[in-house]
């Protein structure tokens, strides 16, 4: 199949490095039409990998966490990055299929909602890989990333608890898919195992790519008394920093760290890594060992990281500090269980 080119590839390159470094002598003549030591084999080429992502790579939120996490693996594997923005199921059909026609390896969708689309097409390319980030779609050469980010959002919901003097929270999402929800309900299952009375506020963005509709919805939230927010709303995020840096209010942020767009009110991000479960991702198609099945991506795995606000982190009380390195290992062992993507929600 097409993606062990990615095996002569790689020696190809050793042989060259080696070629170099044994050199010393005198260089040898170019060998003559006929000659047994002429190369007549044709160049491998290199792999082809690209991300279709629903909003700007430059939104300081969820479309940049994907973009990066390209670019990661581009630097990684030697070649350039592909980054095409693609935002509705239509335009997510499209250009992937055109990508797949062109030869790509491996395509990233980033987002469960580009599942369906993907599954359209995968089908008809079964030299190409194609990854979602989310989504519950499993054949020979479709899979699911799965990160595991609500366990975070759990814990970052404790600490709201245990914050909160008007026992009023907001969370802002940036839509119904299940890395919003599943994230949003873990903070306040988190909550409730606090005080099942705290009012947990929840706004949904129509567009999650609208910093104004996150902003609004925000600040509908504190003026309704919530005292701590939190948000996962891709660029819409931006807009409940906003509304947090304003009004002077703890936020807890999701994906991408938000500490330095409001370095007084962060509290800490539940933070994505992409690149590097990327990176595994296309190097296993590549070689020809990667098991059809859901590509899961967990603390432990080094996709997923706590990034506590160095501003702020001194003056929090210490017994709510300490519920990270407290709650981390209950919640990985399942000893405090919350339910994963398509578990129990």
């Known amino acids: 199949m097409k993606r062990f080119k990615w095996l002569a590839f790689l020696l190809v390159a050793m042989m060259v490095v080696m070629a170099v470094g044994c050199g010393g002598g005198a260089a040898e003549p170019p060998a003559e039409p006929g000659d047994d030591n002429g190369d007549d084999a044709p160049p491998v080429a290199a792999p082809k990998v690209a991300i279709l992502i629903p909003s700007s790579p430059t939104d300081g939120g969820w479309g940049q966490v994907g973009a990066t996490g390209l670019t990661y693996v581009a630097e990684q594997l030697g070649i350039d990055p592909v980054i095409v923005e693609a935002g509705t199921a239509d335009l997510m059909r499209e250009e992937a299929e055109a990508l797949a026609a062109d030869g ?12 369906s689309p993907f599954s359209e097409i995968s089908g008809d390319y079964p030299d190409t890989l194609f990854v ?25 919901g404790v600490m709201a608890a245990e914050l909160t003097e008007s026992n009023i929270l907001g969370m802002v999402i940036g839509g119904e898919f299940p890395a919003y929800t599943k994230t949003s309900r873990a903070f306040e299952m988190g909550a409730h195992s606090v005080n099942p009375d705290i009012n947990v506020l929840l706004g949904v ?67 994505q890594s992409f690149g590097p479960a990327m990176q595994s991702a296309a190097e296993r198609w ?25 501003n702020v982190v001194d003056d929090l009380p210490a017994d709510v500090v300490a519920l990270y390195d407290e709650l981390m290992p209950k919640v990985m062992s399942g000893e405090i269980y919350v339910p994963r993507e398509n578990e129990g929600w």
């Open 132 to 156: 979602t980030a989310g989504g519950n779609i499993v054949t020979d050469n479709q899979m699911p990333l799965e990160f595991v980010l609500e366990r975070l959002t759990y814990i970052q």
């Open 205 to 271: 963005t129509q567009d999650a790519s609208d910093m104004n509709e996150g902003y609004e919805l925000t600040l509908s939230q504190i003026q309704a008394g919530a005292d701590i927010v939190w948000s996962n709303a891709n660029q819409a995020t931006q807009g409940s920093v906003a509304a947090a840096r304003e009004t002077g209010t703890w936020i807890f942020g999701a994906v991408a760290d938000i500490s330095g767009e409001a370095p007084d009110q962060t509290i800490s991000t539940a933070a």
């Open 104 to 115: 790509f390896d491996v395509i990233f969708g980033h987002g469960g909602q580009y599942a």
């Open 286 to 310: 590549l070689d020809g060992t990667l098991e059809s099945g859901v590509i899961l991506i967990d603390v432990d795995a080094g996709g997923i990281f706590w990034v506590w606000n160095d």
